[in-house]
T-cell receptor, first 113, second 114 residues
Framework: DAKTTQPNSMESNEEEPVHLPCNHS???????IHWYRQLPSQGPEYVIH???SNVNNRMASLAIAEDRKSSTLILHRATLRDAAVYYC??????????????FGKGTKLSVKP | SQTIHQWPATLVQPVGSPLSLECTVE??????LYWYRQAAGRGLQLLFY??????ISSEVPQNLSASRPQDRQFILSSKKLLLSDSGFYLC?????????????FGSGTQLSVL
């Protein structure tokens, strides 16, 4: 299975940008990079995804390395509501599994006021 | 718009008792459906997924089973709960086909087996 590596935890100050890194050195050409976040006692929430090019949406930006072996989720201005566990996931296509999302342990982001 | 309903929100069950968790999706047809479990302090573990009625795939052999009696209904069951079955259970759905499809999660069921 294609796997990702993320730091266990990160801290940020409110109103400052946050860069959450993710390594995925075994990524293959058809694997999409997905990011989800999970607030305490809630289900994960989709944040962003990409394949090769950098992506922007209203929540965040995703910067993908040219060799695709790493990516960075960028929160442009962290708020207290952004404190969550952030998961970087590869959506892989194997057999008939329809590309199931396999979650790792994620990065716990703390935001200080 | 699509919505996903999962109940109950919390459940306390004795060891050896049966379990039935239900999940329904509205506003879409023929979705992929998933059951995940999150043990305390750990990541999400994919338990089952389904691409259609009566089609269930298990990712991890265990004490649990899943069924999909209707297109938008997914049920997680156990005949006899174990202590190790405690955890946060999440149902999710996605559209079929493409690897860039998002997963949408329910609000989860916190199961405590005592």
């Amino acid at each position: 299975d294609a796997k990702t590596t993320q730091p266990n935890s990160m801290e940020s100050n409110e109103e400052e940008p946050v860069h959450l890194p993710c390594n995925h050195s075994t990524i293959s050409g058809t694997d999409y990079i997905h990011w989800y976040r999970q607030l305490p006692s809630q289900g994960p929430e989709y944040v962003i995804h990409g394949l090769t090019s950098n992506v922007n949406n209203r929540m965040a930006s995703l910067a993908i390395a040219e060799d695709r072996k790493s990516s960075t989720l960028i929160l442009h201005r962290a708020t207290l509501r952004d404190a969550a566990v952030y998961y970087c996931i590869l959506r892989v296509n194997y057999g008939g599994s329809q590309g199931n999302l396999i979650f790792g342990k994620g990065t716990k982001l703390s935001v200080k006021p | 718009s699509q919505t996903i309903h999962q109940w109950p929100a919390t459940l306390v069950q004795p060891v050896g008792s049966p379990l039935s968790l239900e999940c329904t999706v509205e506003g879409t047809s023929n979705p992929n459906l998933y059951w995940y479990r999150q043990a305390a302090g750990r990541g999400l573990q994919l338990l089952f997924y389904s691409v259609g009625i009566g089609q269930i795939s298990s990712e991890v052999p265990q004490n649990l089973s899943a069924s999909r009696p209707q297109d938008r209904q997914f049920i997680l069951s156990s005949k006899k709960l174990l202590l190790s079955d405690s955890g946060f259970y999440l149902c999710a759905w996605s559209n079929q086909g493409l690897l860039n499809e998002k997963l949408f999660f329910g609000s989860g069921t916190q199961l405590s087996v005592l």
